[in-house]
C-alpha cells in the first residue's frame, strides 16, 4: 500500500501510475516525499520553502548544510533528497526551479528538468509516492498558465514511459493555480504543449 491518501481531485491514469491535482498546502501530504521548491543555498527561503522548514524543523536544514557543503550550491534543474524532519512525509526533495526571464533562456526545459530529477530521484530511493507544489511560479515569476503546461507535460511523459512511482500529485495553493493546472491536465494550447520542448 502506498502511504498515500485517497484520490482527491481530478487526474489521469497511466497504468498503475496516478497523476492527480489537489488544491491545500503541500507540507500536510501524506505522500513519502514532498518536493520543495527551494533555491541553490538550500538554506531555506521565502514561500513554499519556508513553509516546509518551519513544519518540518531544523533536521531538514542540517542535512541541507551537509549537502552543500560536501557538494556545493545546487544547479537550477537538479535534486537532492533530505529527511523530512517533523512533516508527514518521511522525505523532502529539494529542486531548484528558473527564474522567469521572459522564457527565452531555456526556461521550459529547466522546469521540466526538475520534475523530471525529482521523480528519478524519487523512483531511485524506492519511494512511491510525491506531492509537488508549482514551481518557480511564485517568487521566481514563471507565468503559471505556462509552467503548468511544462509541469503537467513533464510528469505525464515519465509517468506513460513507465514509473515505480504510483502516484504523482500537484498541490495547488491557490484555486487560480489549480485551474490553471487543470487546464493544462484536460490538454493545453497545442502549441505550447511540452512536446515541443
Ligand atoms: P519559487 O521560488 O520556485 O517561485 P515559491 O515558494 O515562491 O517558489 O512559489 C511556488 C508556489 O508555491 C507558489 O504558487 C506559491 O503560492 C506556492 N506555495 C507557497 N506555500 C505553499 C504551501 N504551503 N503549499 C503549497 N504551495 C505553496
Same mark, same amino acid.
Request: proline fraction near 8%; glycine fraction near 14%.
Given at each position: ?74 544547479? /537550477?534543474?537538479? *535534486? &537532492?533528497?533530505? !529527511?523530512?524532519?517533523? +512533516?508527514? =512525509? ?5 529542486? %531548484? ?50 509552467? /503548468?503546461?511544462? *509541469? &503537467?507535460?513533464? !510528469?505525464?511523459?515519465? +509517468?506513460? =514511459? ?5 502516484? %504523482? ?29
Amino acid at each position: 500500500m502506498p502511504s498515500a491518501e485517497p484520490a482527491t481531485g481530478p487526474g489521469r491514469d497511466f497504468g498503475p501510475s496516478r497523476l492527480e491535482l489537489s488544491r491545500g498546502d503541500l507540507t500536510g501530504q501524506h505522500v513519502d516525499a514532498i518536493v520543495n521548491a527551494a533555491n541553490s543555498s538550500l538554506m531555506g527561503g521565502g514561500g513554499v520553502d519556508g513553509a516546509i522548514h518551519r513544519a518540518g524543523g531544523p533536521a531538514i536544514l542540517e542535512e541541507c548544510r551537509r549537502i552543500v557543503a560536501a557538494t556545493g550550491p545546487l544547479p /537550477a534543474g537538479e *535534486a &537532492v533528497i533530505t !529527511v523530512g524532519g517533523r +512533516l508527514p =512525509a518521511r522525505h523532502v526533495i529539494h529542486t %531548484v526551479g528558473p527564474r522567469w526571464r521572459g522564457g527565452n533562456h531555456g526556461e521550459p526545459q529547466t522546469l521540466a528538468r526538475c520534475y523530471r530529477s525529482s521523480l528519478a530521484l524519487a523512483a531511485e530511493k524506492g519511494l512511491s509516492s510525491v506531492a509537488f507544489p508549482s514551481i518557480s511560479t511564485g517568487a521566481y515569476g514563471y507565468p503559471v498558465e505556462e509552467a /503548468a503546461v511544462v *509541469a &503537467v507535460g513533464a !510528469v505525464a511523459d515519465v +509517468l506513460q =514511459a513507465g514509473s515505480p512511482l504510483r502516484l %504523482v500529485r500537484f498541490v495547488l495553493f491557490s484555486e487560480s493555480d489549480f485551474d490553471a493546472y487543470r487546464r493544462a491536465l484536460a490538454g493545453g494550447p497545442a502549441d505550447r504543449r511540452p512536446d515541443r520542448i
